[in-house]
C-alpha cells in the first residue's frame, strides 16, 4: 500500500469518472470494502474534478501533444493523473509531494505544462490563479431556487413564481408554475 497523499484522490477521481456517480456518492458509499476516505482525500477530488475541463484543455491544447507526452492514455490511473496535474498547476504549494513513475513523466514536462496553463487561462480568460474555473456566463447568473417553502395561508404559489421571476430578471424556464408540488 502506498503512503502518497495523492492515491486515494485518484482513486475516487477515477471511480467518478468510470463510474459516472458524484462524488459524495462514490466517497461516501456504505460498502464495506472500500477504504475510509479521509477529507483532505476528498477535498483534493472535489477541487480536481472541479478544474478537470481546465486540466482537460490543458493536455488537448495542440491536438493532445501534451497529453501524449505525460503519457495520459497508457496511464493506468487517469484519476492519479488529473490529482498530480491539479497540484502541480492549480495546487496550494504548485509542485507535487512523493514520487514514483507518473510524477516523473509529468515533471518531464513541467514548463511546457505550466506555459501551456497560461495560454489556456488567457483564452478562457478564467481567473485561474483565483480558483474561479466557472463559465463565465454562469458566474454572473441568477440561481433561481430549486425549492421554496410556501405560506399558502398568506399568498399563492403563482404569486411567489411571479415575484422570484421579477426579482431574477425574468428567468424563462419551461415550466410556468402549474407543476409545483405544494405539501
Known amino acids: 500500500m502506498s503512503t502518497s497523499p495523492y492515491h486515494t484522490a485518484g482513486k475516487l477521481v477515477d471511480r467518478v469518472l468510470t463510474e459516472r456517480k458524484g462524488l459524495k456518492t462514490v466517497a461516501f458509499s456504505g460498502k464495506k470494502n472500500q477504504q475510509c476516505t479521509n477529507k483532505a482525500s476528498y477535498a483534493q477530488a472535489c477541487e480536481t474534478l472541479r478544474h478537470k475541463a481546465l486540466l482537460d484543455a490543458i ?61 489556456v487561462c488567457a483564452e478562457r480568460a478564467a481567473a485561474c490563479e483565483d480558483g474561479d474555473v466557472t463559465p463565465g456566463g454562469l458566474r454572473d447568473a441568477p440561481v433561481f431556487p430549486r425549492y421554496v417553502r410556501i405560506n399558502t395561508l398568506k399568498t399563492t404559489a403563482r404569486e411567489v413564481v411571479d415575484t422570484l421571476r421579477a426579482d431574477l430578471g425574468g428567468h424563462d424556464d419551461d415550466d410556468d408554475g402549474d407543476e409545483l408540488k405544494i405539501y
Open 59 to 119: 493536455l488537448n491544447h495542440d491536438n493532445g501533444r501534451l497529453g501524449k507526452a505525460v503519457q495520459f492514455d497508457d496511464t493506468r490511473s487517469k484519476g492519479l493523473l488529473y490529482v498530480l496535474l491539479f497540484e502541480l498547476l492549480f495546487g496550494k504549494y504548485k509542485n507535487i509531494r512523493g514520487g514514483g513513475k507518473v510524477k516523473r513523466n509529468i515533471i518531464k514536462h513541467e514548463k511546457e505544462l505550466r506555459r501551456i496553463k497560461d495560454v
